[in-house]
């Protein structure tokens, strides 16, 4: 079974910069694109960010020109990098791997004004 574990959130100052992580197992982690989702409270699920296997990025407008995906394949990992955080970025994010139905526990990012 696909397992993916998220960390890396927490609470920063609007300005300020994470770096999120997402651990994957019980799948072939180079075969599958990733992608970074986040849900505010009250909020669909939205994706933010994907990367393909062969490293084509693609970003939503909200986060675009602020966030970078990246992923290790060696290390069966993906990564969102954030800076410029804003208050209306916080939500829980979660990552998915290949767009199958497994989710991980996401991780709380809160950016304060």
């Known amino acids: 079974q696909v397992q993916l574990v998220e960390s890396g959130g927490g609470l920063v100052q609007a300005g300020g910069s994470l770096r999120l992580s997402c651990a994957v197992s019980?799948?072939?982690?180079?075969?599958?694109?990733m992608a970074w989702y986040r849900q505010a409270p009250g909020k669909q699920r939205e994706l933010v960010a994907r990367?393909?296997?062969?490293?084509?990025?693609n970003y939503s407008d909200a986060v675009k020109g602020r966030f970078t995906i990246s992923r290790d394949n060696a290390k069966s990992t993906a990564y969102l990098q954030m800076t410029s955080l804003k208050p209306e970025d916080t939500a829980v994010y979660y990552c998915?791997?290949?767009?199958?139905?497994?989710w991980g526990q996401g991780t709380q990012v809160t950016v304060s004004s």
């Open positions: 990367i393909t296997v062969g490293g084509t990025r």
């Open positions: 998915n791997a290949g767009g199958g139905p497994f």
């Open positions: 019980g799948t072939t982690f180079n075969l599958k694109a």
